[in-house]
């Protein structure tokens, strides 16, 4: 039966409770007495937040040299080593002689890169800081990303032809990538746009996505062409150099200008060199003169240098006196003009850009050349 004055289909009033029946405790709000204590704060202040980064700093130091020493537990004094060593680094004062624990190349094991992006002269190369990949720049107006550990060709940018897209339409004239290999990596190429403004071609400054090879911006400014490109490390500011004798300061933070400054040239004679070897690479066979040095790259805070020319071999050598002498320590065959040099952040391998032509122009023609890149293992002691 239905109670009286409800309709049919309708939902009957919920019944309000008497004033003398009682709640359950689930429905009752619990107020705290007097004698709860309430919950102790759990924000930490500065000093114990740097405190807690430190502790966690130096377990990461303990864990590494650990790893690196093979030995279970790591002393005092290795980890405080390991600590100067970094803030000598950070100030760049740090200097390691690792030259005389080098013997020489593993030829037989060079590794060879080739792809249909680089049928011309590699022009220019930059390595990720933590050696996964490498970028490579051509006279094809292509950039290749490639993976060091399965030394194949991941992802590449392609010149522009009659598409609409993010790319270039003259040669790679340098890369540059930021100090970090994260998300917000960038790489950063330069090239040659014809494009109809005053004062001829302008020249653009790309940066793009560096895992992904996303187009992120473009900056317009320099007037002439730009020889190149640097991070500083730690942060995403760029710096560019050019023929225009200026240098410009980009963030890539913000995508922004930050200001120029301006080159001045000195005569030679205010200044001198700490050391100059003549005739590095020996004379031309074809005109006597010395052969130029078109590449050359040195292991980060070592003695350890790395130089390449034409005259088919690749120079290393050992900084000596303070380093303020050279010292030849062996050299690697290769054939054709060494563009571009770089060392992976171990000191384990060598990388080396080569190409028929050297890389700003087309003086010479190496024919017994061909244009790849070289992943050379070094040979320790």
């Not at 030259?99 to 011309?120: E, F, V």
């Amino acid at each position: 039966m239905r109670s009286a004055g409800v309709k049919k289909g309708t939902i009957p009033p919920e019944r309000k409770p008497r004033l003398d029946e009682e709640l359950d405790s689930e429905d009752e709000d619990v107020i705290p007495g007097p004698d709860v204590e309430p919950e102790e704060d759990s924000r930490e202040t500065t000093q114990e937040k740097r405190l807690r980064l430190a502790k966690l700093y130096l377990s990461e130091i303990e864990q590494q040299e650990s790893e690196r020493l093979d030995s279970g537990a790591v002393d005092r004094a290795t980890v405080a080593q390991r600590l100067k060593e970094n803030v000598l680094e950070q100030s760049g004062r740090l200097r390691r002689t690792v030259a005389d624990n080098y013997s020489g190349a593993d030829t037989p094991n060079i590794a060879i890169l080739r792809c249909k992006q680089h049928k011309l002269a590699i022009t220019c190369m930059a390595l990720s800081p933590d050696d996964k990949f490498l970028y490579s720049g051509s006279k094809d107006c292509n950039i290749v990303q490639w993976c060091l550990t399965k030394k194949q060709k991941e992802r590449c940018i392609l010149a522009v032809g009659k598409r609409k897209t993010p790319g270039h339409n003259k040669s790679i004239l340098c890369l540059a990538v930021s100090s970090d290999s994260r998300f917000l990596s960038i790489l950063v190429t330069t090239y040659y746009s014809s494009l109809q403004v005053s004062g001829g071609e302008e020249l653009l400054v790309h940066v793009w996505k560096a895992d992904t090879l996303d187009h992120l911006h473009c900056f317009k400014g320099h007037k002439g062409p730009v020889t190149g490109l640097c991070f500083q490390r730690g942060s995403h500011t760029l710096f560019s150099s050019s023929r225009d004798r200026s240098v410009k300061i980009w963030n890539l933070d913000e995508m922004s200008y930050i200001e120029t400054l301006q080159l001045c040239l000195w005569g030679s004679m205010k200044k001198k060199p700490l050391c100059v070897v003549p005739n590095a690479h020996g004379l031309s066979q074809d005109n006597g003169e010395p052969n130029w040095v078109c590449s050359i790259a040195a292991y980060v805070n070592t003695d350890l240098v790395a130089s390449g020319s034409s005259d088919g071999h690749i120079r290393l050598w050992k900084c000596e006196n303070g380093f303020k002498t050279l010292t030849p320590l062996f050299q690697v065959t290769v054939a054709g003009f060494v563009n571009a040099l770089s060392f992976t952040s171990d000191g384990g391998h060598l990388v080396a850009g080569v190409g028929q032509e050297h890389r700003l122009g087309r003086w010479w023609r190496r024919p017994d050349a061909r244009n790849s890149i070289l992943i050379i293992p070094l040979m320790k002691t």
